[in-house]
C-alpha cells in the first residue's frame, strides 16, 4: 500500500505516450538531485528489449558513478509491450508464470522500503513505467491500474510531437480518474509545434506544475560521438538556467507540502468538523483522528507520524476497512468500473431533475431493481431518494397511506397509527424513520416519538461450537427453557420445515395473544416493520427468522402462499438497507424467509459504496392507493438530486460487477466451505465455518455468529450497557495499535502487515469484508481475531 | 444541440493520436456506405494544411463521384494545429476573429439540418475531426469539449503503433468522462505489437465493439503508381470480408437501437418508476414523460418523435432547463470541471466512512464553509449529511438539544417544544423536517405533526411597475392599509434604514404580543428557524426582510449586535438550502439581514448540481452543548455516506467555479443593471429590470419578482389553490410547445429554437437559471415570457 518517507522524496514517472522522453527526464532528473549531493535510486519494475532495455542503461550511463544506485525488477527480451513479452517467455517456456499485479508491486514495495533502511540521508527514488499511462504490464493489466495500490505522487512526462496535446491530456486525465497526485508535468520545448505553451496555460488553470528542458540533440551514428553529444546536452541541462532544478525544488516542495498538509490535518479537524455519531468530549486528541490519505481495495491508507527517527518506516500504512466503511464497500474502494461509470453519466447529463422525466440510468436501475432484483415477483415500482432513512421514511408514507385509505382512518386517527415493529430495530436518523423505532434511549432526541408496538424476538447465534436459538424471557415461559439448540444453521433457515414444528405454533399463538392485547387497549397500526434476519445498528442481532416469517403471517391473517397479489391486514415493509444486496449472501431474505414484503428499501450497496442513493419498492396496490386524479393526494415526497444519474449509473455498473462474483470462484468456495454434506447450505459466508465454531468455544466469547460479509462476536459481559458500552472496544483496541499490526505477506498488495479498522456496538464487535475481500485477508484476519480473543 | 434524425445516421470520427488512420477509416466507411447504395455526407469542420488538408481530398479521390456530399467548414493553410493556424491567421491580418466553439457548432448543426432537409433517402453522415480527442479546436478548446453539445455518436479510431494500447485507452476515457456514447473503435490490424488483440478483449468486456480492417499500403513516390496502390487497397477491403461492411451494419444497428430505446422509454417509465410530487393519475400517457436524452449546459436534450414523415427534424430538441433542475444547476448540466473533480475523488478514496476520520474534499469543504463561507464571523463546525432535508433534521436536533439542555427541559417536555417559524415555509419531506413547517395541508402525511407556531408574514413584489410590501390581514389592522409602496428594491433591502421607519415599530410590537400570547396559552418553543428572504417550495414567497430581521431579534430578547458570541432566547436556524450559495446572489442572507444565525444549513447548488450532498453549520456555543464523556450525549444522527468524498471534492470544484464568476464580467454587467444610479445595489438579478417592470404592468400579472438567478411571476386569480392550482401550468403550457419554440439563433449552441421546462407552483409560474447562463439565453427566455403574458 502506499508509501511515504520523510527522507525519500519518491516519485513514478508515467509518459503520455511512448516515445516522449521518459529516460532523458529520469536522467536529468537523477543527475540535478545528484549535482545537490542528494542519493538518487532509480527504478525500473519492468523493461523490456528494444527501445526500454536501453532505460536501466542510458541512466547509468550519463549520471557521474556512485550517485545512484539502480534496479531492474522484471527483464524480458523482446522488444514489446511487457503483456506480450511475458505472453512469449512462457510459450517458449523459458517463465513458469506470469508475475501478478500483486507480486509486482510487491516487489516494489520491498525494494523501497529496503532503500528507505538503508539510506541514512534524505534521498529521492524514481519509478520509470513502460510505455504510456495505459501500456499493459507483464499479468495485462494497464499501469495506471496495476500500480495504483502504492499511491505514488506522479510525475507525467507530456508529449511534444504533433497530436500530443491531446495524449497528454488524456493521459492525464485517466490517472486523475486513478485519483493519482500528480506534481508535475514535463515536457520538451520543441518549438514548432509549441504543445508546451497550450499545456502550460491549460494545466495553470488547473493548478499543475509544466515545466520544460530542451529536447535531445539527435542521435548520432558514431557511439563515441553520440555519448559525447549527449553528455553535454545533460551538462548544459544543469548548467543553464532551463528549469530541472526549479523541477526539483518543486518536487521537494510537494513532498514537503504533503508531509506538513498531513501532519496538519488531525488539529483541523477538531477545530472545524462535528462527526456523526462522535461524542467530541471522548475524541478530543489528534491521535483521536484517522486521517485517510487514500484508499484502495480493502484499505484505508492512514497518517501515523513515525515515532522512531533511527528506524525509517512509512508515516501512510495500510488499515484493513474491517466494517466495509458502514457497511457500505462492495467491491473495495476506489474501484476503476465505479469511477468511470460515474463519470460516464456525469459527462452525458450531470443531474437532471426527476419528476415526470426520465433517463437511461434510473430507468435500467429501476427496471432491474423490479424486475430481476430484489422486487422480482412481488415489486411493480421503484422510487428513489437519498439514504437508507429517506427510503424508510418513503416506505412509511407509503404503508401509511395505502393501509390509512382502505380502511378509512381520518385524518387526526393516521397521526396515531404506529407500527408493528421488532425490539432492537433500526431504521435511520431522520425522524420519520426513528418514530417507527422503540425508545432503547441512546438513538433518541427531542422530537423522537415512538409509534408502535415492539415485539422482543428470539435470536439465533453459536455459542459452544454449536447453534442455538435463544428465546425472550415471554417465549420462554411459553416454551419451558430459555434456548434451543439446533443441529445446524441450514436447519435453523430451512423456514418451510420449521414451520411444522411445535416451536412456529408457539410463536403464532404468542404473537397473536399479544396483537389481541394490544387492540383491546385501542392501538392502532398502519404498518409491519423489519429488518429481515438481522437488525444491524440496534446490535447486529441476528433474529429467528421463524419468528420474523411467523409475524408476517399473523399480520396478513393468511398462511403464507408465496408472492401476494394484494396485501392483507398491515402492509409489510422490509428495511433491506443493511441486509440486502448480497450483504448476508443473498439479494433479498424475501425468498429465505418464504414471504414477500409490500415494501422493501435498498441503499448502502446499492451504489456499490461510492454515493448515497436509495431505492423503496412498492407492489402495485400500494401504488395505486395513490393514484388519483387530485393533484394533493400524490406521494409527496422527493429530493432535489431524486435519481441522481450518477448514482444510478454507479448502482447499474455495481449490480454487474456483483453479478461477475456471483458465478465467480471465491462465492462458490466459500459456499462449498458451508455446505451440510452433499447438499448445499441455504445460508454461507465468507468466513470460514471452522474459526466460527473454534471462537464460539472461547471462555469470553457468548456467541459468534456469521452470514455473507458480517462476523459478529458477542463477548460475555456483566452488563450489556448497548450501544455506549465500551467492553469490545476494549477487548479489540489491538488491532488498531500499529506495534501489533496482522503480518501477512501477501493479504495486502505492497503492505506486509495492516492494522484493522473495525466497529463495536456494546459487547459486540463486529467485522464485515467487501464481497470480493480476498481469502488470504479474510484468513489473516480470522486468525488475529483468534489470537486476540485466546490472549484476553 | 443534440441531433438525431431517423433517417440519417451521424457519427464523428475521433482520433486516439494523431496520424492513426481518421481519413483512411472515414474513406473505407464512406465507399462502403457508397457501395450500399447510401448517400453519404463526410463533413470536415477544422482542417490546416499539410498532413491535414489531404483529408478531404483523400476522401473525395477514392470514392465513386456522386456517391459523396462533402464540406469543409474552415479551412486554414498552415500545417500546424488549428489554435496556431488561427493564431497565425490573426497576426497575418488575414482573419479579423477566431471562430467561437458556438460558432463551429452551430456552423456543424446548419450543415447537418440542411443536409437532412435535402436527402429523401437513409443516408450515413461521417464528421472527422482533426488530431486527437483533445487536440485544440480553433478558439482552443479541447475537440471532446467543444463538440459536446452536438453529443454525435462517436467512432474513435484506435492507435495501432508502438504505446497504442495506453493512447488508445485514455483516448476512450476523455470521451467517457464527457459521455459520449462511444459506437465503435476502429484500428488498423498491424501484426507486430497487436494492439487489436489487447484491445478487442478490454473493450468487449465493457461492451464496446472493436473492428480491424487492414493497415494502407505503403506510400508511393510515383503519383500514380499511389494512386493505384492505394485505389487497389480501397477495393480489396469492399471485396475482402475484413470487416467493414460489418462496421456499417453495427453502426446502422447501434443507429436504430438508440431510437428504438428512445420510443420504448416513456412506456417502460410508466411500468417502473414511481416519481417524487406527481399524481400518477394525472401523468399516464406517454406525452406526459419527458425523455432526457443528454444534458449539457442549460440545456436538456429530450426525446420528441417527428410526426411529420415529409419534414425530417430531429428526433431530440433542446429543452432550457428554466427550473434549474429543481433550483439545483449552478454552472449548468455536464461541466467538466465537476465530472474530472468527482472522477479525481473516486480515484482517490472511493467512499470511506467518516466518524472519527477524516480525508481532505471533506476537511477543505468544511473549513472553507465555516471560515470563507457562508459561516464565516460566527460558525464553528460543519456537520455533514445527504440533502437539505436531512441537513434541517441535524439543524433541529442541535438547535432543540442546546435549548432543552440550557433550559433543563425533561424528556416528555422536550417532545413538545415546538419552532417559531413563517407559514408557508418548506423544509424538505423527512417528518422532522415536515414537523417544522405547519399543517397546510397538501405537503402532509399521515404522521405530519405540526409541531409550533408560523406568523403570517408581510411580503414583497414589484407591481405595476412600483415595489410594494403586501401586509398580513393581521398587520394591516395594525398599520390601516394592505400594502406600502417602496421607493425601490434596493431601498427594501436597506434593513439598517428601515428599522428606524414606523413599520418597524409596528412588526416589533405585533410579534411581541403575538409571543406574550403564545406564552399565556403554555406554548413552548426552542427554536427559530427560517428560510432567509424567500419561502421557496411553499410558492416562491418573497417575504419582507425587515419582519425577518424584527423576528431574529425580538426572539433573541435583544436589539442585534452584528454577529453573536452565545444565542440567546431560542437558537436562530437559517435555512438557506435554497436561497443560500449565489442562488439569489449572495452567498447568505445574513449580512444582508444584519444578523447572523446559530445554525445554518446548504445543499443543492452545494455540489454545483451534481451530487446530494448537505452541511449544516453551527456555533461553537451549539456545538458544546453535545460536548461531555457520555457516549449517549453526543449528536446522534450520521448517515452511511457521510461527507462522502465525492461530493465534497465536487462542491470544494463548485466553490473555486463560482469564485470565478465572482469577479466576471457577466455577473458584473447585470449589477450595473440594478445599480441604484450612482450606487451600487444591495440586490441585483440576472433578469433585467426592464423587463421586470414591464411584465409586472401585464393585466394579468399581480407581482413579478426577482433576485439572483429567479424570476417569480405572481398570475391574477380569482382562488389561489396553492400548490394543487394549475393556473400558471396552463398559461405558460406554450412554453413547453414544439410548435411554439423560443426561437434566437445565437442564444443555444448548435441550436436554432428550445422549448423551455419551467416550474409551476398555483398560480405562480417562477423560472430560475443557472449562476452563468447566457445573457442571450435569458433576453430569449425574456422576451418569450412577454409575448406570452401580452397574448394570454
Given at each position: 500500500m502506499s508509501l511515504l518517507f520523510k527522507n525519500l522524496r519518491i516519485h513514478q514517472i508515467l509518459g503520455s505516450?511512448?516515445?516522449?522522453g521518459k529516460t532523458i527526464f529520469a536522467t536529468a532528473l537523477a543527475r540535478a538531485s545528484a549535482a545537490r549531493n542528494t542519493p538518487v535510486y532509480y527504478l525500473k519494475p519492468v523493461s523490456t528489449g528494444g527501445l526500454e532495455d536501453a532505460d536501466h542503461g542510458h541512466v547509468m550511463r550519463y549520471v557521474e558513478s556512485g550517485t545512484v544506485h539502480a534496479d531492474c525488477l522484471f527483464q524480458y527480451d523482446e522488444p514489446v509491450s511487457p503483456h506480450l513479452a511475458a505472453k512469449l517467455k512462457i510459450a517458449n517456456k523459458t517463465l513458469d508464470q506470469i508475475p501478478s499485479d500483486h507480486t509486482i508491486v510487491d516487489s516494489i514495495a520491498g525494494c523501497i522500503r529496503k532503500y528507505a533502511e538503508t539510506s541514512q540521508r534524505y534521498s529521492h527514488v524514481y519509478l520509470e513505467t513502460a510505455g504510456g499511462v495505459h501500456s499493459p504490464t507483464l499479468s495485462g493489466t494497464s499501469q495506471a491500474d496495476c500500480y495504483r495500490p502504492l499511491f505514488l505522487p506522479t510525475i507525467l512526462i507530456g508529449d511534444s510531437n504533433l497530436g500530443g496535446i491531446s495524449s497528454t491530456i488524456s493521459s492525464y486525465e485517466s490517472l486523475l480518474l486513478r485519483g493519482y497526485i500528480i506534481d508535475a508535468i514535463l515536457l520538451f520545448r520543441e518549438d514548432y509545434y509549441r504543445n508546451w505553451e497550450y499545456l502550460d496555460q491549460y494545466f495553470a488553470e488547473k493548478g499543475i506544475h509544466v515545466s520544460t528542458i530542451d529536447p535531445p540533440p539527435p542521435r548520432l551514428s558514431d557511439p563515441a560521438a553520440d555519448h559525447q553529444s549527449t553528455q553535454n546536452y545533460y551538462n548544459n541541462l544543469n548548467a543553464a538556467d532551463t528549469g530541472i532544478t526549479g523541477v526539483i525544488d518543486h518536487l521537494n516542495g510537494c513532498h514537503d507540502k504533503r508531509i506538513e498538509e498531513l501532519a496538519s490535518m488531525p488539529k483541523r479537524t477538531l477545530d472545524t468538523i462535528w462527526w456523526p455519531f462522535v461524542q467530541h468530549g471522548l475524541a478530543k486528541?489528534?491521535?483521536d483522528v484517522t486521517v485517510i490519505d487514500s484508499a484502495h481495495s480493502d484499505f484505508f491508507s492512514v497518517y501515523q507520524p513515525t515515532e522512531k527517527a533511527d528506524q525509517p518506516s512509512s508515516l501512510l500504512i495500510p488499515e484493513f476497512d474491517g466494517s466495509a466503511s458502514w457497511w457500505t464497500q462492495t467491491v473495495g474502494h476506489a474501484h476503476p468500473s465505479l469511477t468511470l461509470a460515474a463519470a460516464r453519466a456525469s459527462g452525458r447529463y450531470g443531474h437532471v431533475m426527476f419528476p415526470q422525466a426520465v433517463h437511461l440510468p434510473a430507468l435500467n436501475l429501476a427496471e432491474r431493481l423490479v424486475r430481476n432484483g430484489p422486487g422480482k415477483g412481488w415489486a411493480s415500482r421503484a422510487f428513489f431518494s437519498d439514504n437508507g432513512s429517506t427510503g424508510i421514511e418513503v416506505a412509511l408514507k407509503m404503508a401509511l397511506r395505502a393501509y390509512a385509505t382502505r380502511n378509512n382512518v381520518k385524518d387526526t386517527d393516521a397521526k396515531h397509527l404506529g407500527v408493528i415493529g421488532l425490539a432492537g430495530s433500526y431504521h435511520g436518523d431522520t425522524i420519520g424513520a426513528m418514530n417507527a423505532c422503540g425508545d432503547e434511549g441512546v438513538y433518541s432526541c427531542e422530537w423522537h416519538d415512538a409509534k408502535g408496538f415492539w415485539f422482543d424476538p428470539p435470536t439465533v447465534g453459536i455459542s459452544d461450537g454449536k447453534p442455538r436459538i435463544t428465546l425472550t424471557p415471554a417465549l420462554r415461559n411459553l416454551v419451558g427453557e430459555s434456548s434451543t439448540p439446533a443441529p445446524s444453521l441450514s436447519w435453523i433457515y430451512d423456514i418451510e420445515a420449521r414451520l411444522q414444528t411445535p416451536l412456529a405454533a408457539k410463536y403464532s399463538s404468542y404473537i397473536q395473544k399479544a396483537l389481541g392485547q394490544l387492540e383491546r387497549e385501542g392501538h392502532k397500526f398502519g404498518a409491519l416493520i423489519l429488518e429481515p434476519l438481522v437488525m444491524g445498528a440496534g446490535g447486529m442481532v441476528f433474529v429467528d427468522p421463524l419468528f420474523q416469517r411467523i409475524l408476517v403471517d399473523v399480520i396478513r391473517g393468511q398462511p403464507a402462499s408465496g408472492k401476494y397479489a394484494n396485501w392483507s391486514g398491515l402492509p409489510v415493509i422490509f428495511d433491506e438497507v443493511f441486509v440486502g444486496l448480497y450483504r448476508l449472501g443473498m439479494e433479498s431474505a424475501a425468498p429465505l424467509l418464504g414471504v414477500y414484503p409490500d415494501i422493501s428499501v435498498y441503499a448502502k450497496i446499492l451504489t456499490g459504496g461510492l454515493l448515497p442513493l436509495a431505492a423503496t419498492l412498492a407492489s402495485e396496490p400500494i401504488f395505486q392507493a395513490f393514484w388519483s386524479d387530485n393533484k394533493g393526494a400524490a406521494l409527496l415526497h422527493g429530493h432535489s438530486y431524486t435519481a441522481h444519474a450518477v448514482g444510478c449509473e454507479v448502482a447499474n455498473e455495481a449490480s454487474k460487477l456483483i453479478d461477475t462474483l456471483k458465478t465467480g470462484e471465491e462465492w462458490k468456495n466459500a459456499q462449498e466451505s458451508w455446505s451440510d454434506g452433499e447438499s448445499r447450505s441455504n445460508v454461507w459466508s465468507l468466513w470460514e465455518p471452522g474459526f466460527i465454531h473454534e471462537i464460539s468455544k472461547l471462555k469470553n466469547v457468548d456467541e459468534a455468529m456469521t452470514l455473507g460479509t458480517l462476523l459478529v462476536i458477542r463477548l460475555k459481559s456483566g452488563s450489556d450497557l448497548g450501544y455506549i458500552s465500551m467492553a469490545a472496544l476494549s477487548m479489540f483496541a489491538r488491532l488498531k495499535d500499529r506495534q501489533d499490526m496482522c503480518n501477512f505477506d501477501s493479504a495486502a498488495p505492497g503492505g506486509a502487515s495492516f492494522t484493522t479498522h473495525y466497529r463495536t456496538l456494546g459487547n459486540v464487535a463486529y467485522f464485515m469484508t467487501s464481497l470480493n475481500t480476498r481469502p488470504s485477508l479474510i484468513r489473516a484476519m480470522e486468525k488475529k481475531i483468534r489470537d486476540i480473543l485466546k490472549e484476553a
Open positions: 505516450n511512448t516515445n516522449v486528541t489528534e491521535k
